[in-house]
């Protein structure tokens, strides 16, 4: 799979100086690399995993959750930030390195005992896939795995969700 890393841009400084951004657009507008990251993800998670739900964090994590929810035949749940979505939510706060932030999902999303797979673009401290973990299990939801097309092995991601099936394409 590192071959798809010569899709993934970096940009410098990107949001802010001192930030290296992995972009994943240059890999999604690629046909076969689209097609690669998304059919490795469904052959990662169709032995066991078989999850009800994949749950896309906002906003990178929607642009290929559905995709997958589809080929694993499983719905797909967002979870966005506050005061985007219309229903009833849950939300969990989480640290970021100054101050906190929060994610929100409905409260509906997920029905006890249900499997979910939580996905994301790019997984660093850990900090935003925890917390949606948190909520899914707040509403008696399974989590069965993370996938991310990235993964930061310099940051304490794998650690912080040490525990649970950590699965990525793309390690730097
Ligand atoms: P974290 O909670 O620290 O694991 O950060 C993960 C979230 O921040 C994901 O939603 C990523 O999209 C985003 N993110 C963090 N660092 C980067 C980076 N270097 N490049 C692109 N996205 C990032």
């Not at 080929?71 to 506050?82: E, I, M, T």
């Not at 005992?113 to 673009?121: H, R, S």
Request: no cysteine; proline share 6%.
């Amino acid at each position: 799979m590192e071959d798809l890393k010569s899709y993934i841009r970096e940009v410098p400084d990107f949001p802010k100086p001192g930030i290296n951004f992995f972009d994943i657009t240059t890999l999604l507008k690629d046909p076969l690399a689209l097609r690669m990251t998304v059919d490795r993800f469904t052959w990662l998670f169709s032995n066991g995993h078989r999850p009800h739900k994949v749950v896309g964090i906002e906003s990178r994590g929607f642009m290929f959750a559905p995709s997958l929810a589809y080929n694993l035949n499983a719905g797909f749940v967002p979870v966005r930030k506050p005061g985007k979505l219309p229903a009833k939510t849950v939300s969990q706060s989480y640290e970021l390195e100054y101050g906190t932030d929060r994610l929100e999902m409905h409260a509906d999303a997920v029905a006890p005992g249900e499997k979910v797979l939580i996905v994301d673009d790019v997984v660093a401290t850990g900090g935003t896939a925890l917390a949606t973990a948190q909520m899914v299990e707040a509403a008696g939801g399974t989590v069965v795995g993370f996938g991310f097309i990235i993964e930061l092995t310099f940051l304490p991601g794998r650690q912080k969700l040490s525990g649970y099936d950590v699965e990525s394409l793309i390690r730097y």
